[in-house]
């Protein structure tokens, strides 16, 4: 039976970098049906919703959606899409490629980054004119099921260092947040214990210095929320541009895979996006239906491409997403 793919390319350059990935994922040959749906800025401008219903249940229903970026209505469309395919795993890559100027070139590591709760699940409350409140969640059972994904990832030698044996390291503040830090960074622990992973852990201040300075050191990031998404972007910093991050929110059968960067209305419309982002999250997409070489071979071909040119000008070449595409797609 053929995979649904729903393919949601958003505003901006969303609308040029969706469709080289699509060109990308039908050059595999793989049995893929794609669906196209709205969601936006300028869908909200012609029907007055964001994301609309329709989107949202083909989005929950489908087995894997590529989405690409939306303007100011980013929040209003990629918060529910995420809800929408169950996401309880954000997987973002920061690898440095060769042939990219990066800030360290020797950075390849991994976030797993808890996507459901901590301080983002939405518990604020003003209680004064003077007061504000922000009720932090973190259960057993997600920390659980994020230790039990990171365990698999590992063992799966999907990890940077694709070594079974190298484990992962969870980065927490248990020891200011006792309660719930403390119960998120026991569960992950007593989970890698239990697996047989090794694991170790790190102050997530403590690890916010070490990384930069030697990120050589680290591979698979067990995190909670908020700290996965700043240690991610700090890590996207050392790698060398925004138009090579990708990204999954990995659901129990579904998922939602994108492309870190937002809409770029400041190159938007001219065909010089950087397609990589967008390539490498449809890789992951491939990666995660289970075709785990043909995933293998897109993240080859997009590394001896960034490696050998043609290149996009955010990383100092003069060519077109289109041409970037097709030197992709010539390698496969
Ligand atoms: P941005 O990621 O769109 O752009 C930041 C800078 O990086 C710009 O100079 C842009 O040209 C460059 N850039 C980004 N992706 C690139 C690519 N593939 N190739 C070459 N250069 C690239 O972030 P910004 O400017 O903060 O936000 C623009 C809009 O995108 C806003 O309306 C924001 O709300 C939205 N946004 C949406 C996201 C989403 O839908 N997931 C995520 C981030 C921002
Ligand atoms: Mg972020």
Redesign the pocket.
Known sequence: MSDEIVVIE?????RE?VPAAVEVLESLDLDFEFVAAEA??ATRDATGEALPTETYERVADADATL?????????D??LPLREAVDSFVNVRPAKAFPGVDALRPETDVVFLRENTEGVYSGHEDRLSEDLSTLTRVVTSSASRELAEYACDFVEAGRGPAGDPEAGFTVAHKANVMRETDGRFRNEVLSVAAERGVDADEELMDAFATKLPLDPSQYGVIVCPNLAGDVLSDLAAGLVG????LPSANVGHDNGLF???????????GEG???????ILSAAMLVEYLGHVEAGRRVRDAVEGVLSDGPR????GGSAT?DEVTAAVVDRL
């Open positions: 958003g505003d901006g350059i969303g970098v936006g800025d989405f690409g970026a939306a303007g100011e209505t980013a929040a469309v990629i541009g925004l138009g090579l994108e492309p870190v960067h937002g809409t770029a209305p400041d190159i938007a010089v996006a950087n397609p990589t982002a967008a996009t000008g955010d990383l997403t």
